[in-house]
């Protein structure tokens, strides 16, 4: 189990789901706290013309192109949340019944990678133990061929008892490979429920 939840790339999505989830759970949380920022800003600040008076003709001032000063500021902004509180708390539930949903789903696709698992490791063991009595079977239904083989041949059975027996050991063979194609494909089912591929 431990390993087919650590490779399943379906629950690692879930997962992953998950955890994105409960961060939008506190960021939802978060926007009940007051923001702090530090603003600020810088440039020139200019006149297109100025008027300087002159000391030698005082009654016609004289033009001078553009004056520039430096300017800028610095400051610190907080704000509240104070007539948000019903829309902010509406968005934290609604992002706490996501993340539910994302557990159910979680807890869900758990329970079903659980199930596949079992289902597949005791198909697995049943088909093995099915190979194991069709093994015997095969070999009394060969043994039985052969007595009624040689009987015939020495003419104390009927062909019939000899067909009797080739059709039994024909339906012993034909169990016999079902079991094993059930077996590997029990394993299949066993490798694809961990996360392996089945190239």
Do not use: C
Request: aromatic share 6%.
């Amino acid at each position: 189990m431990a390993k087919a939840l650590r490779r399943r790339p379906d629950f690692n999505a879930a997962r992953e789901r998950l955890a994105a989830q409960a961060r939008k759970v506190d960021v939802a949380r978060a926007a009940h706290w007051p923001t702090i920022n530090l603003v600020g800003s810088y440039g020139y600040r200019g006149t297109a013309f100025a008027q300087v008076m002159d000391d030698r003709n005082p009654k016609h001032p004289t033009r001078r192109g553009p004056i520039y000063e430096d300017d800028g500021n610095i400051g610190v902004t907080l704000s509240l949340p104070l007539f948000e509180g019903g829309r902010l708390n509406a968005k934290v539930r609604e992002e706490l019944a996501t993340l539910a949903a994302a557990q159910e789903r979680l807890r869900k696709l758990n329970l079903q990678i659980r199930q596949e698992v079992e289902s597949a490791v005791l198909d697995i063991s049943s088909s093995s133990e099915r190979i194991k009595a069709l093994e015997k079977s095969l070999e009394a239904a060969k043994e039985s061929l052969r007595v009624e083989t040689l009987k015939y041949n020495l003419s104390a059975g009927t062909i019939t008892d000899v067909l009797d027996a080739q059709a039994a050991l024909l339906a012993t063979e034909t169990s016999y490979y079902r079991a094993l194609a059930d077996f590997r494909t029990a394993l299949a089912r066993l490798k694809l429920a961990v996360g392996g591929d089945l190239s």
